[in-house]
């Protein structure tokens, strides 16, 4: 739930701003043709293709991706290039394996990444569009895992969890290709400020069965130790242009 949440306080004031920025990009009609009429702005909807293209295409061993936005949204003038872009990726990866008889693990990861910034496009070529502009950043990530080991009357469990959260804002640059009129592929290249805070959680538990060496009844006895760490960092991170994304102008 909070993920719409943040979402929304980070893209209204966007979303405000550009909805009557397009209440004034109505469609105009073309001089001296009143029946045709022409939008003054275009769309651009993009979506990483790095997996798609490496089944089609092998390259042996690509470089790791390292870019979070998986969607990428931007609507530009048409008279100036000007305009604002989104973009937003959610991962989540969970894993489960029983390393023997005795040892259970699991592992549960999701990872959610917003930006939103204003940009503007021009052209090289009639084929190549570059862009330029800068971003805000919002990030989250989640790692929970758990260990149980089992024996015959004892029993020890861990569990980790650790969040990551991050603002940030930068500059980035894009190039892209004109396949056609409508299909583009293109890359970025991004130089983020991002300041991070980290907090991990680990608890500790053993489970055994002791003897009363008065009356030789046996009993459970369970002990737990938790442990909480907090931290923050600032870092200046360089995204290559390694990402590949498919853009669709409409």
Known sequence: MRYPIIAGFILLP???SSAQRLQVLTYRK???DSTKEVKPYNQYFGIQANQLINQIFSFGNPPAVNNPYLLTYSVN?????????AGVGYTVHSTHDQSDPNTERSTDVSTFSIRVGLEKKAYLSKRWLVSYGADLLYGDESNNSTTST???F???SSE?????????LGPRLTLNYFFSDRLLLGTE???????????????????????????GQQFTQTNTQTSDTSQKSKDFVFTAPVAIFLIFKF
């Open 30 to 32: 073309v001089p001296g």
């Open 77 to 85: 003038s048409l008279a100036t290039g000007s305009g604002f872009n």
């Open 154 to 156: 004892n029993t020890n």
């Open 150 to 152: 089992k024996f015959q």
């Open 14 to 16: 966007v979303l405000l």
């Open 160 to 168: 980790s969890k650790s969040s990551t959260n991050y603002l940030g």
């Open 189 to 215: 290249a991004t130089y983020y400020f991002k300041s991070l805070k980290i907090d991990q959680k680990l608890t500790i538990t053993q489970t055994f069965v002791t003897v009363d060496p008065n009356t």
